[in-house]
């Protein structure tokens, strides 16, 4: 986009373009948004805004833009998802003309989903939390024998919004389909807005995925330092992992101690608590070993609210 400045130096020596100089110029003098200006300063003389066209032309310019806003991506605007606004202040009996970029709606809301999106880790989910955005009255409505489930996510979501990060998380216990990963998913969003940040590990590939990180324990580290220090952590489809003695003792076990009456976790699982401790009880190299199994539950059975997630599978 040409300035009017270099409009002018272009124009300059030659009689007919320093008319066409003058015609523009009135023509930004007799702009609307300049009209405005007038009307909000009283004392604005002409000779500031003479002296000043440029940035009346900007401003004039990308109103237009954005009244005819053809969308972020494509803004056409000097600076992407902001326009000139104009403010003027009297200093030392002379009128000063300031210009000021502003963001657009557009641009704040692509900001604020960009922040939420930082917020929350995913790993091993292969869905886009924020792409639709979610809709609490039709998780509601969609199965009505899952109301009660959803009135307690919304419940908690408040309390934190009310009162802060709490101590205890969710265990949303239900079987296959009945939108348990979405309504976690909905937590972490609805509580990032609110600044605190969150991740949503798939348990079963996590497990696998962490029995190869033995062999690089720098990534490990890195990893469970995130999942210990996040506001919330939601661990989805737990019970459905194949774990080993290691996994269970050393990874998931440490996560756990670090978190407990400290920060909230948040279940997902086609199993109850019970079914949940027979699970954590048995590996495959070890067998059965009842107190491993009963000091893991230790570390989440107090920490949770059981949430029976009823209804019909909604996939397929």
């Known amino acids: 986009m040409e300035s009017m400045a270099e409009a002018l130096r272009r124009w300059q020596g030659s009689s007919s373009a320093m008319q066409d100089a003058e015609r523009t110029a009135e023509r930004v003098l007799r702009d609307p948004l300049v009209a405005k200006l007038r009307e909000r300063y009283p004392g604005l003389d002409e000779a500031a805004l003479r002296s000043n066209l440029n940035r009346l032309h900007q401003c004039s310019t990308e109103y237009r833009n954005c009244r005819d806003c053809p969308g972020l991506e494509r803004c056409p605007n000097d600076m992407q998802g902001h326009f000139t606004r104009i403010t003027c202040a009297e200093v030392n009996g002379r009128w000063q003309v300031y210009d000021h970029k502003t963001a657009c709606s557009k641009w704040t809301a692509y900001e604020q989903e960009r922040q939420l999106r930082n917020r929350v880790t995913s790993f091993y989910l292969d869905v886009d939390f924020f792409k639709d955005g979610y809709d ?19 419940q908690y979501v408040y309390s934190t919004q009310t009162n802060g990060l709490q101590k205890k998380g969710l265990y949303l216990m239900g079987s296959f389909g009945t939108g348990k990963t979405y309504m976690a998913a909905y937590l972490l969003h609805e509580l990032a807005k609110e600044g605190l940040s969150g991740v949503i590990v798939y348990m079963p590939e996590f497990v696998e995925d962490a029995k190869a990180l033995m062999m690089e324990p720098q990534k490990l580290k890195e990893t469970l ?92």
């Open 136 to 154: 609490p009255l039709e998780m509601a409505e969609l199965d009505p024998e899952r109301r009660r489930a959803v009135n307690q996510l919304l």
């Open 225 to 316: 330092t995130l999942m210990k220090e996040a506001d919330l952590l939601v661990f989805d489809d737990i019970g459905a992992e194949n774990l080993s003695p290691w996994v269970r003792d050393h990874v998931l076990g440490a996560i756990l101690n670090s978190r407990m009456n400290r920060k909230p976790t948040f279940y997902t699982s086609n199993h109850d608590l019970e079914a949940l401790e027979r699970h954590f009880s048995f590996t495959h190299k070890e067998g059965e070993e009842m107190h491993k199994g009963q000091r893991l539950m230790d570390r989440i059975r107090p920490f949770v609210d059981v949430v029976h997630v009823r209804g019909k599978n909604q996939r397929g």
